[in-house]
């Protein structure tokens, strides 16, 4: 069926407002198509150092462009859980691409880091930045010039949304997402967050607490809790770029290596030297964008795809709006309960249904657009699968269950956890701001109260110890945006907070730092812009200031009289401490011109 009209009513707008920009891309992109990857163009000196390794057929092959050549960018590491299982990919996909007919290069590798591993610590300071650093890096590999298509292996928080922007920018090559998959389910999220709870009260040693941790995190594939990881995925498989059902198959399983293999032939396979030529930058448009936001509200996804989504829009040419989400959010039902929206985990999810049958129950009510080109081809209809290990070794597409196999896990559409999705777009006399409310309890959505002010998590996190944090609140942290240290996620104020909001105390937190897709019960105000250090009146806010936190009238305000507010001087910060260690001073020019987080916090589309 055809898109709900409101969907189609922000889809046009999207649409509208893009054109002075996707246009001209759409141009950059059928020029290069038309130039195409002609490797006897190159000399015999460049052609001979880019296939110097390979076998005298593949020289044979490439020297005249009578195969088509597939590249391989991977994220593989052997510290990371998400990314260790691509150390075997490569030998899978170049594999599959011989019996294909083809070829395959490992084109160039691209930094993983784990916000995980870096939470609270300097490094969190790199971990936005390495989005764009990604998407860079994969350029590099791309710019040889070299190949017919292109895989990429990534899966976590950064490294997907920055291959998705070099995806885009090198975008008349087809490009298909391969993903690892997750972990196997460990010790469950909400018994580790309770753990957590009792180490920051004092209740609990660090033997219990790492003890807990590594229950929870114990193998390879990304972590089970629906975070910016598998956000990630979902947003892969809903926009069309993973093969269908590819997204929670977990590594090291017959099934993950046949999709995995499958992928790679259907990377060749629609290359210019066949008959179903699908690039990248005119596969994904408006329509597809669009379908990613929808994906994101009905599983109450990551907040840090507010600033992805943005910035991997805008590699398309199509201006995606904080307006946008929210209006969307509106429009669209929540079906998922992942934790931390709920007590499952991402294997839940998938066992109870899993990407086939969300697309199934969103296509019923037109909340996605079905007349989208993917990487398998025409129209989402083709994801509303449930894959499985066929006789032979290959993969089978069975039709997505018609009820789902846990209802407190994954809803039909017409009995959705609530008719709203799960993020929205704060705005009032302290700027714009993104809260995620899916997780948040009803009584929760509208919070006044006076102003605590600090300018890190640490020193909350002092105050708390301390016993300061007594009655009704909201916390302040601020310069923590991308021009200030890199917008770290703020992770450790998750605990402390839900311990206080526990207690009986009604907090809540405004920050123009990031939260994460762990972001939970505890109302946030987050990716507050402008920020801080950029003038943002989040800089003029004080102690004992008035604040009203209204997520259900979309509104984030300081009850002040305007004119004494505005006469305020802005408030400073040494951030001296933020500019070296760790490799920060690495990242100053990148800190100088990011652009705000309204427009995707990026160093490439300020």
């Known amino acids: 069926m055809s898109a709900d009209k409101r969907i189609e009513a922000i889809t046009a707008r999207i649409v509208e407002r893009s054109k002075p920009h996707r246009l001209p891309y759409l141009e950059r992109v059928r020029a290069a198509i038309s130039k195409g990857v002609h490797r006897s163009v190159l000399s015999c000196g460049n052609l001979a150092h880019g296939f110097a390794v390979c076998s005298p057929a593949e020289k044979d092959a490439l020297a005249g462009d009578r195969v088509p050549n597939l590249g391989i960018i991977t994220s593989y590491n052997d510290m990371l859980s998400a990314h260790q299982p691509f150390e075997t990919y490569p030998a899978l996909i170049r594999e599959a691409a011989r019996e294909a007919g083809g070829v395959a290069q490992v084109a160039g590798g691209v930094p993983a880091m784990c916000d995980g591993v870096t939470q609270g610590q300097p490094g969190m300071e790199l971990s936005l930045f390495s989005r764009d650093l990604i998407a860079m890096a994969a350029g590099i590999g791309l710019s040889h010039n070299m190949f017919d298509s292109v895989v990429y292996l990534g ?92 997204s929670f198959i977990n590594p090291g399983t017959p099934l993950r290596d046949a999709l995995t293999k499958e992928a790679a032939k259907r990377a060749l396979a629609i290359t210019a030297q066949g008959n179903e030529f699908t690039p990248a930058g005119e596969m994904i448009d408006e329509r597809s ?82 007349d989208v080109r993917t990487v398998y081809g025409q129209g989402l209809q083709a994801y509303t699968i449930d894959p499985k ?167 984030i305000e300081v009850l002040v009289n305007a004119a004494e507010f505005a006469a305020r001087p802005q408030a400073t910060a040494d951030l001296s401490g933020n500019e070296f260690g760790m490799g920060r001073e690495l990242f100053a020019p990148f800190r100088a011109i990011a652009g705000p987080a309204d427009h995707g916090a990026s160093v490439l589309f300020a």
Request: with cysteine.
């Open 155 to 246: 899966v976590c928080d950064k490294i997907v949304p920055g291959l998705t922007i070099a995806a885009l920018t090198f975008g008349h090559l087809p490009a298909v997402f391969i993903p690892a998959g997750p972990m196997t389910s460990g010790l469950p999220n909400d018994e580790k967050a309770r753990v957590r709870q009792l180490f920051a009260e004092g209740k609990a040693g660090r033997a219990e607490l790492l003890e807990a941790e590594s229950k929870s995190y114990h193998g390879p594939g990304t972590c089970t809790f629906y975070g910016t990881a598998n956000s990630n995925q979902m947003l892969m498989e809903i926009m069309g770029f993973h093969m269908p059902g590819a």
């Open 289 to 370: 964008i669009v379908n990613g936001v929808v994906g994101l509200h009905a599983t109450g996804g990551s907040t840090n795809h507010t600033l992805h989504l943005i910035a991997m829009a805008r590699a398309a040419g199509i201006l995606l709006t904080w307006k946008d989400i929210s209006d969307l959010s509106d429009v669209v039902p929540l079906l998922a309960r992942v934790y931390p929206n709920g007590l499952a985990d991402v294997n839940h999810f998938h066992a109870a249904g899993g990407m086939g049958f969300l697309i199934q129950e969103l296509l019923k009510t037109g909340m996605l657009h079905d």
């Open 389 to 555: 290990l066929g006789a032979d070794g290959a993969v089978v597409r069975d039709k997505a269950p018609k009820v789902s196999h846990d209802p407190k896990v994954l809803a039909s559409i017409e009995t959705p956890f609530q008719p709203t999705g799960g993020l929205k777009m704060l705005t009032g006399n302290i700027g714009s701001a993104v809260i995620k409310i899916s997780a948040v309890k009803p009584e929760r959505h509208v919070i006044e109260a006076p102003a605590k002010v600090f300018h890190d998590q640490l020193e909350l996190n002092a105050a708390f110890k301390a016993g300061e944090l007594t009655g009704d609140f909201i916390a302040v942290v601020r310069f923590q945006g991308p021009k200030a240290n890199g917008m770290p996620e703020l992770h450790k104020l998750t605990t402390v907070l839900g311990i206080l909001q526990d207690r009986g105390q009604r907090v809540a937190l405004l920050t123009d730092g990031r939260m994460s897709g762990a972001s939970g019960k505890v109302p946030a105000a987050i990716h507050v812009t402008p920020e801080a250090v950029d003038n943002g009146p989040i800089g003029r806010i004080r102690n004992g200031d008035i604040i009203r936190l209204d997520a259900t009238h979309g509104t």
